[in-house]
């Protein structure tokens, strides 16, 4: 049977096409992550329960989004945590220095855009691999965030900044929208622009993508702008769910949102991959996260979890790629 | 070529300037820095970082990186703090051994998945990082391995000494590193690494066995984050499950960086990882004495981590350049 499949498919290379890809198995891992919470606890089906849990979350998926796409490019970026922090007690000390609400949030997400761009130009220019470099970045931008804010808690905001968590539409808290609206419009430019196709080109092959006329250095310098920006959204709307910021928030951070890019089979040398994947892989970890809460784990033995399960997710992915589109 | 100019390219030389400025600057502000006591500092707060480097410039020479050694750390730590509370009469060197197999296992299970997947190893590493941190709190069950737990012998190893008062843990780390210098400069594994960091493939065709390699350098990378586990436990006197380990990968990683090591693989020594270390240490002691809060120190060893980093590829550009200028 299974080898009559097999045949069949390799038959067929459109089918195998669309039958083999990595994104299903996120899929699949989504709905036996449903099955297995479910068992641990009858009211985990409530659906206002999950989109709760899911708000913490939010402010991961959409750099995961973002993440996703500088991956398909051939790069990463792993000082977006750091980034969230140092963007947050930014906007925490300006906000506290006497600026207006709506001039810090600029700032903030301003910080965050000059962060990105300094991680692009040393990877465009000096040609520094992207994943040592910010390595390097993660380091200083926390660093800089501890200086900063030292060990203080920066609070005092307007009370209608505070809690855009227990903000309803319907049951659906308004980060979660925010980062579906995010999703579908990102899903949008990467699958049917002619932006999304360039990015794949460059990641498939970056210099095949500048003798075709791709201005490969500067898509790339956007994108790690683009990543501090939306970085810098991250700070604000964990400093508002919070109600402060801090130097050490958002600490291993790289762990959970590379696991979503991972899980979603995003293909970590870059040019494949998908936002629909990430975006079930956000799904998948807030699941897994409230589940083990449900099950009484202890946060930190759930690292154990955590990091088997993006060593895993990459070893299968590679698999099912090398399988699928030789 | 000169003896002069020969002095000039080597490679440790720029980092040698860097501490001799850093020292005569915080001299010049404070003279207390140059007392025994405050040197005393500089090497005590060296051995633990040291053996680690040893390991991870290995790795970094072989074009990888380990980040996942802090949770080795904690988890050698964890474990021989468990041995001792059920076998305090453990001596030295059984503890030794233990911590290294230790750590060997966890190395080794990092080259493993990083050579058969062929997956790049920062990211596997971060899986392990969280991996082997949430072990840790499986294993100790959120326990604290405090002071009265560790035996005497163990902690007098850090702050006795036999020889010129010395403390022992620094001896210990000095003969390793003597060893490594041995392994990199003088045996044919250490060219071997070479060989594997500068060119992968070119390394393949001439036979040599690049997985067997690769192996090694994580399996050595994991012992001696291991062993940094015990010296941790001397040191301190206490190992904490959520505290110890947790960003000292970064330091190492610093440390080797600026001590000249290439993160293309292929070029780094023994003596630069040495000084790169050192100069971390003297910057630790240097930045009370020149009234800088102990909050910049992140910042600083991060800017020290991107400038090495941006230098080391405008060497190599530079040298990019004196090679085709001099086919032309």
Sequence with gaps: MLKKISIYLSENPTLRYWIIRPEWVAVILLILSIIASLQLSPFFGDLAFIMDSATPYVEYGLIAIILTLIIISGEIDLSIASMIALTAVIFGTVYNAGFGMPLSVLIGVLSGALCGLFNGILVTKLKIPSIILTIGTLTLYRGIAQALASDFSLGGYPSWFIGIDYRYVGIIPIPVIIFTVFALIVGFLLSSTIYGKQLYLIGTNPQTAKYSGIKVDKIKLLLFTFSGVISGVAGVLTTSRLAVARFNMATGAELEIVLMVMLGGTYIFGGRGNIFGTFVAFWIVVILRSGFNVARIKIESQLTILGAMLIIAIILTNYIYSKSQK | MSIFDKFLRIRELGIFSIIIIVVIAASIIDTRFLTIDSWRAVLLAIPLILVMAMGQMMVIICRHVDISIGSILAFAAITIGFVFIHYPETSLWMALLITAFVGLIMGLINGIIITRFNVHSIIVTLGTLSLYRGLVFIVSGGRQIDRNDIPVHIISF???????????????????????????????????????????????????????????????????????????????????PGVTGVGIEFIVIAGVIIGGTSITGGSGSVLGTFLGILLLGIINVALPVLNIPGEFQKAIYGLIIVLALSLDQLIIFRMKKLRTGSNA
């Design chain 2, 158 to 240: 850090s702050q006795t000494s036999f020889f010129f008062s010395i403390p022992a843990i620094l001896i210990f780390s000095v003969i390793i590193v003597l060893i490594s210098h041995l392994i990199m400069r003088h045996s044919v594994l250490g060219r071997e690494i070479y060989a594997t960091g500068s060119n992968p493939e070119a390394a393949h065709l001439k036979g040599i066995n690049v997985t067997k390699i690769t192996l090694f350098c994580f399996g050595v990378c994991g012992m001696l984050a291991g062993v940094a586990g015990l010296f941790y436990a001397s040191r301190f006197g206490y190992v904490n």
